[in-house]
């Protein structure tokens, strides 16, 4: 477990089950916020995100632009956040389709990483490889415009995690089968 001695900038306020005061406390070595009413723990767990991956014919990487909040104007592979009833495969292949108007299937796993970026957010992001099934791409929900890159060639991304994911693919692109049309490298 990775401690933390000193309490974080707290967060949350009031607990969720009966609206009493939170403060952090110890509790095995870790400061929790914890009701000083009825006792409960507020863990501060990450978000789940998950991504999916997705090369047309030219071995490009679909990309969308989003339309809103601090990274309006940057590009995203296309993600979201998981239900908390919704299977992970599910809601890759769901949130695509929201984003993209493309419907897929999840080939496998491509790459786990924590995502930091954002202080107030903390998330765990899924990005799964797909092959579109139906469709044609329309961007959608948090997106205002989608369209193919070539892996080195992408507009700016609006996430760092993205940044080191683009960079996997590339360095992997052999294997993958993908990204290498066209390119002198
Ligand atoms: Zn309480």
Redesign the pocket.
Known sequence: MKHNPQPPVQRYFY?P??G?ALEYRMHDERQRLT?Q??G?IFYENPIVGVAAIVFNERGEILLGRRNWGDYQGLWCIPCGYLEYDEDVFDGAKREFLEETGLTINIVKLFAVLSNFHDPARHTVGIWFLAEVIAGTPVAGDDLDMVGYFALDNVPPLAFPTDRTVIEMLRQQRDVLSVGSAGSDK
Do not use: E, H, I, L
């Open positions: 607990c089950k009966c009493g009701c009413s009825c409960y």
